[in-house]
């Protein structure tokens, strides 16, 4: 954000579980250069419950009053962590109002929605910066480092697998984003943090995709056929749920209780949806391979229903290899099918069954070497710590270019979006015939 002796005015806008990392930052360390200074919801009940949880009392603005938000508390910022398919009205109309955005990942849902936010940053001059978090995760940005430094040579290919744990996989599967309309499914929703990561890491934009997906374990098909289905519609006051290991129990955390148990009578959303139930639109399998402008390829896995959570990546360079491994947690306890408060803040698996993190470089006609990586304490390796600094600290110097823009969200975007076209038609897709439709 750029230098401002005044303190700014931020509006939040979607008070559910993410926006915490940005209510107590606002309201907490930060609150010196920006204020929280209005709240925007659908939902009264978790714009309370966040004013609680802050011990304030926020103006909270209906959605259908976001116009008269913008009007009213003389905005500077508006911070997006809606439900997804909602980013782009409030990124444009915040925009239009003179403001800057933050919003959270993905920037939006579809290419249409991207194309408008990009006109409006070009046709107001505003800034959007994308929620980028994994660019500050130490590791990444060591892997940055090597790469920019030559270590590998230049990059012919990557290799890159993430794995989404039963806990944390599931948990897309029980609420909004089962919905490909809500979310773009997890090859846009999930990962535009990977593909972004690519883009970054090598300084390059996805040209061709080609992509093969499908519902292979969750929804209520593939439940039947493996006889893990159990006859509910959502978690909460079935017997059926009780044994169910994918359930999760609202009522057994205070935390999910009070953000949505205690809300739902509002909205209707229910948080705690059948895995296994009728309704799922996305996919739990993903396989895409990609072509770069800078000719290098990359096979990409994402699978959601794995025993344990983390990533593989290898980068072929002209000078060597470099490899990163990272358990995020090594298995999954069934015991956990109620997530803990940090699952639910911070979108992560259980850090109690955390295992290592693995970088080696392997030059050629060299021993491999183990980079010594430096780890990162709170949500996401300790990138959610490092990305508020940047967005709401004193400005600083970004020598890794980790400060993301609408460019960089539209460019993470078109990586999945082009493989959800390419899981319909079955043939490659060029990323210019999307953003250039
Ligand atoms: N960067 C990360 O690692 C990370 C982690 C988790 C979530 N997220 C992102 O944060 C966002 C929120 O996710 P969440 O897990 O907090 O979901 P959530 O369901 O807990 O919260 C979503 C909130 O949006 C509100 N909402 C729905 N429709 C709205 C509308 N039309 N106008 C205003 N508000 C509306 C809901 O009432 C709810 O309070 C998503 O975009 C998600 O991708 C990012």
């Not at 970088?359 to 010594?372: A, K, N, S």
Request: with cysteine; hydrophobic share 40%; glycine share 10%.
């Amino acid at each position: 954000m750029p230098a401002d002796t005044a303190r700014r005015r931020a509006a939040v806008v979607g008070l559910g579980a993410r926006a915490r990392l940005f209510t107590q930052a606002l309201a907490g360390p930060y609150s010196d250069r920006i204020e929280a200074a209005a709240f925007c919801d659908v939902n009264s009940h978790r714009m309370a419950v966040h004013n609680e949880w802050i011990d304030a009392s926020v103006p909270s603005y209906a959605a259908e009053d976001f116009g008269e938000l913008l009007r009213r508390e003389r905005i500077d910022l508006v911070v997006v962590t809606s439900v997804d398919r909602t980013h782009d009205d409030y990124i444009v109309r915040a925009l239009e109002a003179g403001c800057d955005v933050v919003t959270e990942k993905p920037m939006t849902t579809d290419a249409d929605k991207a194309r408008r936010i990009l006109d409006a940053v070009h046709r107001t001059g505003r800034e959007v910066r994308v929620a980028f978090n994994y660019r500050y995760n130490p590791v990444h940005s060591a892997v940055r480092e090597l790469l920019a430094s030559g270590a590998t040579g230049e990059v012919g290919s990557v290799h890159f697998e993430w794995l989404l744990d039963l806990r944390h996989g599931a948990d897309y599967f029980r609420r909004w984003h089962r919905d490909k309309a809500n979310s773009g499914g997890l090859m846009v929703h999930k990962a535009t943090h990977h593909f972004d990561l690519v883009n970054w890491w090598l300084g390059t934009e996805p040209e061709t995709v080609y992509a093969q997906g499908g519902l292979f374990f969750y929804g209520d098909e593939a439940g039947a056929r493996r006889g893990l289905a159990r006859d509910y519609t959502r978690a909460h006051g079935s017997p059926a749920a009780k044994d169910d290991p994918f359930a999760v129990h609202l009522k057994d955390s205070p935390l999910l209780s009070a953000l949505y148990l205690d809300a739902e009578a509002e909205d209707g959303y229910h948080r705690d949806q059948n895995v296994f139930g009728p309704g799922v639109t996305i996919e739990d399998d993903m396989a895409v391979l990609v072509r770069y402008a800078t000719g290098a390829t990359l096979t990409y896995h994402l699978t959601a229903y794995a025993p344990w959570e983390g990533y593989r990546i290898a980068f072929n360079g002209s000078e060597g290899r470099l490899e990163l491994l990272v358990e995020e947690s090594t298995w999954t306890r069934s015991e956990v099918a109620v997530p803990g408060d940090s699952a639910v803040l911070h979108g992560e698996s259980a850090g109690d069954t955390a295992g290592r993190t693995e970088l080696t470089l392997r030059r050629f006609w060299e021993p491999p070497r183990e980079i010594e990586v430096p780890t990162g304490e709170g949500g996401h390796g300790g990138g959610d710590v490092r990305m508020l600094a940047d967005l709401f600290g004193e400005p600083a110097p970004d020598p890794l270019g980790r400060a993301a823009n609408a460019t960089d969200g539209a460019r993470s975007l078109v990586t999945g979006l082009a493989a959800n076209r390419s899981f319909e038609s079955g043939g490659p897709v060029r990323t210019r015939d999307l953003l250039d439709s």
